[in-house]
C-alpha cells in the first residue's frame, strides 16, 4: 500500500483556512486518497475522499495534483472544534477494505 | 440511520484473561473492520469481515481473532490478554468494502489491562 508523509502539526487561527498537506508520492492510478480525523481518542470521523478530481464537501475541500503525488485538505473557516489529528490515507483498490493510518497532523485551532 | 456502535465501551481485564468486544455496523453495511489503537503504535488494522467471511487480516497475533454473524454484527476476541493489548479498539463499516467507498468508524472500546 502507498504511504502518506504529512506534518506532525501545525496551527491555525480560528476562522481562517487550515490547509493540511499530504505527500503520498508512490500511490498508484486505483488508489483513493481519504481524510479522517480524530478529535480526543473518539472514532475517526470521515472528512472526504478523491481519485483524481478535486472535491468538496459540506465539511472540506480536497485539492489533488495533477500528477496525484499530494493532496491538501482545506478546512475554509476554522472553529475550534475542528482540533485534531487529520489522517491522509491511500486506500488500495480492489476488493479489500483495510485503511493504512500513518501518523496524521495534529491541527491546534486557537482563538 | 444509526452509527456503528461498540460495547462495552470501557472494559478492565487482567493478564491472561480473554474478552470479546462486539460492533454493530450501520444498517446495511456488511463489510465490518477492526482497528487497534495504542500510543506507540497508532491506528493498526486487524481484520476485516464480510459476509461472515474473514476477508483480510492484518499483522497480529493468533490471540486475535473475529468473527461476524448473518446480521453483519461482529465479534474479536483476544485471548491470554498481556499488558500490552491495552488499548482503543475501534470498528468501522461500509457497504461492501469497495475501495470507493467510506468506511464509518463508532466511538471505540477502550480495554485496559492490568
Known amino acids: 500500500d502507498a504511504k502518506t508523509t504529512q506534518p506532525p502539526s501545525m496551527d491555525c487561527a480560528e476562522g481562517r483556512a487550515a490547509n493540511l498537506p499530504c505527500n503520498h508520492s508512490t500511490i498508484s492510478g486505483n488508489e483513493y486518497v481519504y481524510w479522517y480525523r480524530q478529535i480526543h481518542s473518539q472514532g475517526p470521523q470521515y472528512i472526504i475522499h478523491?481519485?483524481?478530481n478535486n472535491e468538496t464537501n459540506e465539511m472540506a475541500s480536497l485539492i489533488i495534483t495533477e500528477d496525484r503525488k499530494s493532496s491538501t485538505l482545506i478546512l475554509p473557516h476554522a472553529t475550534l472544534r475542528d482540533t485534531a489529528v487529520y489522517y491522509c490515507?491511500?486506500?488500495?483498490?480492489?476488493?479489500?477494505?483495510?485503511?493504512?493510518f500513518g501518523t496524521g497532523t495534529r491541527l491546534q485551532v486557537f482563538p | 440511520k444509526a452509527g456503528v456502535t461498540q460495547t462495552p465501551r470501557y472494559l478492565i481485564k487482567t493478564r491472561g484473561q480473554q474478552v470479546t468486544l462486539s460492533c454493530s455496523p450501520i444498517?446495511?453495511?456488511?463489510?465490518v473492520s477492526w482497528y487497534q489503537q495504542t500510543p506507540g503504535q497508532g491506528l493498526q488494522f486487524l481484520f476485516e469481515?464480510?459476509?461472515?467471511?474473514?476477508?483480510n487480516k492484518g499483522n497480529f497475533p493468533g490471540r486475535f481473532s473475529g468473527r461476524q454473524f448473518s446480521n453483519s454484527r461482529s465479534e474479536m476476541n483476544v485471548s491470554t490478554l498481556e499488558l500490552g493489548d491495552s488499548a482503543l479498539y475501534l470498528c468501522?463499516?461500509?457497504?461492501?468494502?469497495?475501495?470507493?467507498?467510506?468506511?464509518?468508524f463508532g466511538p471505540g472500546t477502550r480495554l485496559l489491562v492490568l
Open positions: 490515507i491511500v486506500r488500495v483498490g480492489g476488493n479489500t477494505d483495510k485503511l493504512i
Open positions: 444498517s446495511g453495511h456488511r463489510s
Open positions: 478523491g481519485l483524481k
Open positions: 469481515y464480510f459476509s461472515e467471511t474473514q476477508r
Open positions: 468501522a463499516s461500509s457497504p461492501q468494502g469497495g475501495p470507493g467507498e467510506t468506511q464509518y
